[in-house]
């Protein structure tokens, strides 16, 4: 009710690399400090790095992809203490608004290369590719993906709480017992555990630095217990938020804003990454974990989501039969994967690259849904690609116009193929 | 163009099973005597017997379901020969509306005992269960899950063309292999092979009946090549499908009428299921399968759904922790059954028990998005449960009003547990 | 809760006049007897005659709507006895579904001859017209305006409970001296006063007719006291009404049920008229005028209305100088005519005659929405007429197609133009 | 596709009157100079005063909408030189974003007094009444109507090019002409001339200021050749909207930014009126005035909009009988005014003020549409009340709270009545 401007908790600088900014950090920790004091009832803002914290840049080569860091990820604004926020409580976090910066109008969606991160269509698509979008308002277009523009459906893609001790070892030691079962089944990496290694501890000083950075849990999963990277696009402006506090203050942590991301963000590396501005009001609900029996994060979006009308989608089915034709049980990863290659191959008459459509898929905001997971064996998904971010009628009927679509951002000296030949279908 | 009303190409009996009357069948083999014609361009009705052939009452008990007789299921009504439809061709289908029967204005949604059919949940609530739905114009509402009132997103929940030779063969050796190598794992069937016993043929005689039965393929799971069961709740009104044609005339079959589905129809018998009738117009679109580069169903929704604005939802986050604290790899499957998990924990404090709650979100317009999908180790996923079905008001702040909220039918003489104690997250 | 098919309180026979009918009627007046007494709670369906009482034909001429019998119209059906109505109540009615008859798929849209009844562009176009369209289940398309299909946003065009005899004497008073004082400046009726030429009194008898025939209420406007023939299109399916009670029993009769209509309904016999069944519920809120200072009827809408997305729209500005640029005052009439013209110009670049266009606003889903209305002396209006109920592309940067779009059905013989020039603003 | 920060063509200074900027102006006239040049694709970035130009405070007192001098507004940005833009061109603008600005992080909406400028109620309501408005992110509050909460629905309401020599000659003679026709009729201004007193002519000088302050047209209502003083609500972000060009380089005029408003503006000072910036890219359609038969504005709106449901509106219909009870033909205005009426009576029922709710009606995402406008005499319109903008239930069934609603902003030693005792309807 003041009608001066809205206090900024946290300004992050362009300029530097994120592990020399002590008002972000890059672990879960019950012991990362404090970085601001926030009362509930206050509307504040918070600016955020981009989740590489600058090592991305505005050109046409896929190179700082492919070498992109990734011990140096998540730097995350906070850890804020919420006066009065008690373990056992609710917080809720209001999400007023997320804004890009008006210094840097512009974010990137990548492709990580197999070796180095990876991403849920990486068996077909192993090589680095990128793509920068120009904010315009409410749009973004991308000259590496000619012919779309879309509207932001803009939002953090992490947001938790900070674990206890007791969670926190939960997590470590749940996940290192799936690394230590079914690792040696995979070539990319099946879970991160803690790595001291560029463990950026916030405001942390001395062997509080040793003990975050050894104990802390990495950033790259949501978890059950507090949300966290969840990515979940519809997390976005107007979203009402309800989390578990877990320690005193809450210690609130957000970061990775997106400006726009397709159900599950698929290149890993998904969403249309930016650095940006948060606007969040909070309150606590005492004793609000029993009360509402709640476990997880749950919440109300907001009313300003980009809609299109139901009968603008294009919808891609896709079932639990893998690619090589494997009948697998009710995996609704296998089928959304298999949707995803339907919408490729699909797309593909326009002229666009795998790569291209692969990027598309990850950033805009693709409807992606469980339809059926109970008729044996057989999960069904769907994909749902908008047709209003094109600017070509894309329905099967409208003759297939083939427009110069460029190329995506690649590797210098790229020379791999950038199509794949999914097994055709018996006939 | 003609003020006739507009031509039945199916009628059904509710008062005979559905074996008796051969304008309907439940296997699919390529065989199948087509039951009817129609011309690209003719609106035509079909009428469609409930998913079990009427084997399910309108009473207060779930004994039929828990009796159901599982090989008699999924009369389709067809094949319909589609005048000049040929193998490689696509086949668009408009579905034009849906509707219940006026002579018989309601449904139900079972939940079937674990040793008979079962369901997502089932591993907590292994118990039959059942809830009638009685319709009025475009509502529905139920005896048995009180304080509750929804718009059916009315919509076949099987849609097929029938598959070749090659075809049927390539699904009966896939779901052979997997029963073969994962069977011994499971307490429940994996896959249904085809089965002699009950099979339905439609209108074949003789020595056809005997090869269809032997080599046919159950109706139980939605398969990428036809669609079929894909139990998808926005292939609603309005819809336009295209299809794969692989036999001439196309061969298709529809049937198994949900009211109203939450996404992954979950409790298996999980959509309002009923008898109802089908308006849908066709057309071809020659050599579409190459054109297109179609190998699954594509739709495009109509443009009535239900909508409710996007902040009209409470919506659970799901991660691919299991409900014994395990942690699995990406499992999209297992987020979504935690997400289940927490509506239920969280709605059993209006007084409804966890019976109650499975069915609800069975049935009503659930959405079931997939989030994050490459955040190893956790797949995310959101069910959102939309505001506006209760009567009464479940968001986080309101006050939880207990009502009376009756029970759903049980077995006769049913004793067992309605509540599952699931494990507390550490705190 | 029964298993039941709904109970109709009232059939139609569609191949006999209105006036044969004696369940339906044609004035307002507290005196019609009952047709039916519906108990609050029930669920009921009305069959309901189109709104000339089966004058007008599918058929490819204008005639039958150049000689449409004005005194024969709105055949509503009731007035039924809603239990336990007392003057002062509310009745709340539910319009649980409305749909055509599966006995006549098809509807009609006209543009009344100006010396017979006009339209709201009858200085321009007085000539008769007429558009068939067949219902295929929810969609509508028109043999006289191709390459269009829509939706039906499917509503009754009047609802009401009857008046009071202090109410009735109100509006023929109110309306009597309106025509008194300025029915000599206009060439077409300002008002419809009591007329005994073919009233339709129901099943009265003996003297009551008389008295009916010689003081009931005209139906043509909708009146603020009951709400009548108010043509809302939103007023459909789901849509929850409260309206006044001033007899006992309340009176609800319902009738010229519409398969979709365009904000203004511009052509007055403008909405795709259609003879159809209604489904309704309800129930009184006791004294509940007083309690909801209710003088007018209210209502919430359904949940599930065609919606095309607000980008779907092509939205036209109309404001108050009239087509001769005369400058009126805060005329938000003129200023929605003007917004119609302005649609009209456009239009004609796909080939579409004037009076194809002026029909085709009349019945599709048009938005007319008041923008600004004070900013004196302009009166702002907008009218969206939405994309996609044309299978075309009808945005101003997509090269204008010319299409054969045929004619609307004229009168026999016609020879009148069918453009009007529009007088060009100064440049 | 530049990395770099948008460009500013425009900025405003907050602590100065409008007239002491030359980079805004408020008059329409073809000499104004321009103040900027745009280049056609480019995307810019404009800063607009409110439109009093800095003359109402965050404060709890009305006096200064009270004194507000109305000689001394509409302070626009511009005119900007689109270049290559010549007359009988088409100018395209797509409205890419509104926002407040972050250093005053409020608006405002007023209540006019009778004797100055008055509103659309103004004869029920004629004191100067005020609400302030905070922004927090997307939502606005108001300490002066509590318990409301609402998305912006941010737009312009006003965007135009200027007018040529005729066109400028052709609206101040018909405007005089009504003056001179229906002014003594009239207790309020019925239209407003040019002025020279306080006309601010942007960076003209010399004789030039003259000119234009004795010529210019009065920038109060919008016109049908260009647009202007809209007030469309849903010209909002994303929008793309299609002017006329009357003069070289379109000379395209922007100001009087609104957070929100409803439909109709109704008390005038309606909106949320808040100073902010415009992010606006242009493209030009040569001879597009001749190609899509452009007289008046035309626009696709953006596909962000806040959406509630189709039934989450109470919707309250208004006839054309006014509140005296009588009769008038047709009239929308009046069937709107009554409209609003109905909503005022309805919603004191929890505690508001009439003035409350009149501020609240003007500035809330209000539906307003035309339903039927040909039912002789009545027209009718509805006005929708979004139920998600209170924090409690205004639905009928809901039991009516009375909360502490504080009061709205009034004059000093206010000591008016702040209720209107609408004549009640015959029963």
Known sequence: MSPNPIRYVTKVDLTKPGDA??????RWHPDVPFSETIEPGETVKIECLDWTGNQIGNNDSADDIKDVDLTRIHYL??????TGALPGDVLVVEIKDVQPLDRQPWGYCGIFHKSNGGGFLDRFYPEAAKAIFDFEGIHATSRHIPHTKFTGLIHPGIMGTAPSEAVLKEW????????DSIQHAHDTSVANLPEPINAHCGSAEGDLIDKIAKEGARTIPGRPEHGGNCDIKNLSRGSKCYFPVYVKGAKLSVGDLHFSQGDGEISFCGAIEMAGVLTIKTSIIPGGMERLALKSPIFIPGDVQNHYGPSRYLTFEGFSVNEKGEQEFLCATTAYRQACIRAIEYLRRYGYTDYQIYLLLSSAPIEGHIAGIVDVPNACTTLGVPLDIFDFDIRPEALPVKLDMGSCALVKGADHKLTYDFKPFKA
């Open 77 to 82: 604004s906070g850890p804020f203490n919420i």
């Open 21 to 26: 900014q002590p008002q972000v950090h890059n």
């Open 172 to 179: 470590n030691s749940r996940e290192g017992e799936l690394k």
